[in-house]
């Protein structure tokens, strides 16, 4: 079972960038399919940005052309680009991985991790 720890969150101002990433351990992490969704106060847990086993990448609609996910099987780490934040991007984000892109997208994907607070504000 592969265990996943978040990094890279914090306060940024409007119009700026943050780098998550997203260290798997304990299995083999290039045949995870691999996400990241976030949660504001109050809302339901939403993908933000898929990739899969293969590199093919799915964004969500407020975040297509500002946020980019990528993977480094080497370094068994999945990473989340954040540009242009908006206020409305705050939010805790999770990473997860399931053994397919169906657990993935679903919402359902078998590890989750721990979450990181991602706030933007001036």
């Known amino acids: 079972q592969v265990q996943l720890v978040e990094s890279g969150g914090g306060l940024v101002q409007p119009g700026g960038s943050l780098r998550l990433s997203c260290v798997a351990s304990?299995?083999?992490?290039?045949?995870?399919?691999m996400g990241w969704y976030r949660q504001a106060p109050g809302e339901q847990r939403e993908l933000v940005a898929g990739i899969t086993t293969g590199g093919s990448t799915n964004y969500a609609d407020s975040v297509k052309g500002r946020f980019t996910i990528s993977r480094d099987n080497a370094k068994n780490t999945v990473y989340l680009q954040m540009n242009s934040l908006k206020p409305e991007d705050t939010a805790v984000y999770y990473c997860c991985a399931d053994n397919t892109w169906a657990g993935v997208y679903s919402g359902r994907p078998a590890v989750w991790g721990q979450g990181i607070q991602v706030t933007v504000s001036s």
């Open positions: 304990g299995s083999i992490f290039r045949i995870y399919a």
